[in-house]
């Protein structure tokens, strides 16, 4: 089934710790994007990559860093936790830029 | 001001009865405009898109203000099952990729 698929689901990390959230979509989409949602505050643009090898920083990029080595995949890593992070992130993927975004299931993240 | 601006609500809104709902946008070059629904911290999808005619799917037409910067949702003839949070989603061709999300208004319908 053609699709973003996000791993893992949920995940409940120590303050500290490297994390590494996966992303894979199979429609060739070129643009990709993560975003966190947090209650009160709605979504948020994390980091972005129009096309495979280039990204760039979204609104809360801080404690974050993204890589695009290829169209398919944009995993998105926590190089050191902390609570403030505890979020539901989602990835996303879009043919362009103008065109309607499609969303994976997110990934809720607990930091402790 | 935010980018974009919406009523969180919620709107609770008697079973077959009508809803209407804004978004607000700053920019005035904004290009594109999406609605999207979401369920319990699911991922959003995409609803419809807002064109700058107007549309209309099914129950739901969406029109587009550009003189006074809004979009508006309206859903006809409320089913429960259209109980959710509606995003709307403004883009922005500027330096870097801008697409912006409201905050989101939340709709209960009741019975």
């Known amino acids: 089934i053609a699709g973003i698929t996000q791993a893992p689901t949920s995940q409940i990390l120590a303050a500290g710790r490297r994390m590494t959230l996966r992303c894979t979509q199979d429609?060739?989409?070129?643009?990709m994007y993560w975003y966190r949602q947090d209650l009160g505050l709605g979504l948020r643009l994390i980091h972005y990559?129009?096309?495979?090898?280039?990204?760039g920083k979204g609104e809360v990029p801080d404690g974050y860093s993204v890589s695009r080595a290829n169209t398919d995949d944009f995993p998105l890593t926590l190089a050191s936790a902390v609570p403030s992070q505890t979020s539901v992130y989602f990835c996303?993927?879009?043919?362009?830029?103008?065109?309607?975004?499609?969303f994976g299931n997110g990934t809720r993240l607990t930091v402790t | 001001r935010k980018e974009v601006e919406q009523d969180p609500g919620p709107f609770n809104v008697p079973e077959g009865a009508t809803v209407a709902f804004n978004c607000t946008y700053s920019?005035?070059?904004?290009?594109?405009f999406f609605w999207y629904r979401q369920d319990c911290r699911k991922e959003p999808k995409l609803l419809m898109s807002?064109?700058?005619s107007g549309n209309e799917d099914g129950r739901f037409t969406a029109q587009l203000n550009r003189a006074s910067q809004y979009i508006s949702l309206l859903i006809r003839d409320s089913k429960l099952s259209d109980s959710a949070t509606y995003l709307c989603?403004?883009?922005?061709?500027?330096?870097?990729?801008?697409?912006?999300f409201g905050g989101g208004t939340r709709v209960l319908v009741k019975p």
């Open positions: 996303a993927s879009s043919d362009s830029f103008l065109l309607p975004l499609h």
């Open positions: 429609m060739r989409h070129n643009a």
């Open positions: 990559s129009n096309t495979a090898g280039t990204t």
């Open positions: 920019n005035s070059a904004s290009q594109s």
């Open positions: 807002v064109y700058s």
């Open positions: 989603v403004v883009t922005l061709k500027a330096a870097g990729n801008k697409l912006t």
